[in-house]
């Protein structure tokens, strides 16, 4: 799929502008904070729903204005399509896409799909378990609304046991059975979310180790840590397990067990990259990874995403732009950079200018 051009109406430092894409190799260049990563921000909104970089919708109003507005014309093998997304200052985010009102962010994932990657998304591999997990999170939700669904009634279920389990004593450790239901409820979310998460990690292993093989000739492994360890991820052997624990959670006052505790293991020739890795092995796994992204929703949606590729041209060195030029040759790719001198550049390429928050 791609994107044909982005109206900008007082968004973060844009009072108005239109910007026509190639579907091809899109170069948005400029200094610093003139605006380039504000215009991969606003595509990937309508992907997601949400910035990647704020959780206050109010901060992408441009300073002084009470609203903004954008507007996306984008495209797949089937359709176009016109989204338009308002953001009003203290009020709530409105999405149409073709006359259509977006009442629930999972009814996004039906059109279109981004993968961003920028240079913190080196976290991915060096950072904590949740920095995989919300890569994991994001990446199955853009394309199955239910695992959404799921995961948001499965962390409503942790904060009620949560509480709950502030209250218990460990003498009530046998008897409560209100401990039970929420233990039950969690089981059967818990039993969704992993049966997703097995295939994700099955696929995005099979396409990242091909991807990290074929840039460094290392052996890249991506391997589900279960935060259940209890061999089996049926409903009831996740119930038992969860019952299992009741003293030592109660104990804790807190949960100990559960999907929320789940995390990935990135190895590069059997060992932990998180913490054997070179800094260049780290770089390459990561964005390994974010082509598989790119791959796994090719592979389930018959539509390869549109890739936003922030600032990482300085990261990459010749020889791994040269393979991500070759990897993505036909697709749409939005590249931010300072300078015009990328390796990247085909005579297909669209050259993009931005100065302080215009295009020129
Ligand atoms: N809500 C806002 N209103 C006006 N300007 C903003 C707003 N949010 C960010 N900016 C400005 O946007 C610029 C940063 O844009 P950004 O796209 O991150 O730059 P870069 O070109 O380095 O990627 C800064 O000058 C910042 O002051
Ligand atoms: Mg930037």
Not at 80 to 98: E, F, H, M, P, S
Request: glycine content about 6%.
């Amino acid at each position: 799929m791609f994107i044909s051009s982005l109206t900008l109406t007082n968004f973060r430092n844009y009072r108005k502008e239109k910007i026509e894409f190639s579907p091809n190799t899109n170069v948005i260049y400029g200094d610093n904070a003139q605006g380039k990563t504000n215009i991969l921000e606003a595509v990937y909104i309508f992907s997601q729903g949400r910035s990647h970089r704020t959780k206050t919708d109010g901060e992408l109003i441009r300073f002084g204005e009470d609203f903004a507005k954008l507007g996306l014309e984008f495209h797949d093998a089937e359709r176009d399509y016109k989204a338009v997304l308002q953001i009003i200052k203290n009020g709530k985010k409105n999405i149409r896409i073709n006359g259509v009102q977006i009442t629930r962010l999972s009814m996004l994932m039906n059109y279109l799909n981004a993968v961003m990657f920028s240079p913190e998304d080196l976290t991915l591999v060096k950072g904590s378990p949740s920095a995989r997990r919300r890569f994991t999170d994001a990446a199955i939700s853009q394309l199955y609304p239910r695992y959404l669904t799921s995961l948001i009634d499965y962390h409503k279920a942790l904060m009620q046991k949560n509480s709950l389990l502030k209250t218990l004593k460990t003498s009530d450790a046998r008897s409560d059975t209100m401990l039970s239901v929420w233990n039950d409820r969690l089981a059967a979310e818990a039993e969704k979310i992993i049966k997703y998460r097995l295939e994700f990690v099955k696929l995005i292993n099979s396409f990242a180790s091909r991807v990290q093989s074929e840039i460094s000739k290392e052996k890249l492994e991506i391997e589900y840590l279960p935060g259940i360890k209890c061999g089996a991820y049926d409903k009831e052997t996740i119930y038992n397990y969860f019952e299992q624990n009741r003293y030592r959670e109660i104990k804790l006052a807190s949960a100990q067990v559960g999907v929320q505790r789940d995390d990935l293991v990135i190895s590069v020739n059997g060992r932990d990259s998180r913490l054997y890795g070179s800094q260049g092995q780290q770089r390459t796994a990561a964005l390994s990874m974010k082509i598989a992204q790119a791959d796994y929703i090719e592979n389930i949606k018959n539509e390869y995403p549109v890739l936003l590729l922030d600032d990482i041209m300085s990261e990459l060195d010749a020889h791994r732009r040269g393979y991500l030029a070759e990897r993505i040759r036909g697709r749409q790719v939005l590249i931010t950079s300072t300078d015009t001198d990328l390796k990247f550049s085909t005579d297909r390429t669209r050259l993009i200018h931005i100065k302080g928050g215009a295009v020129i």
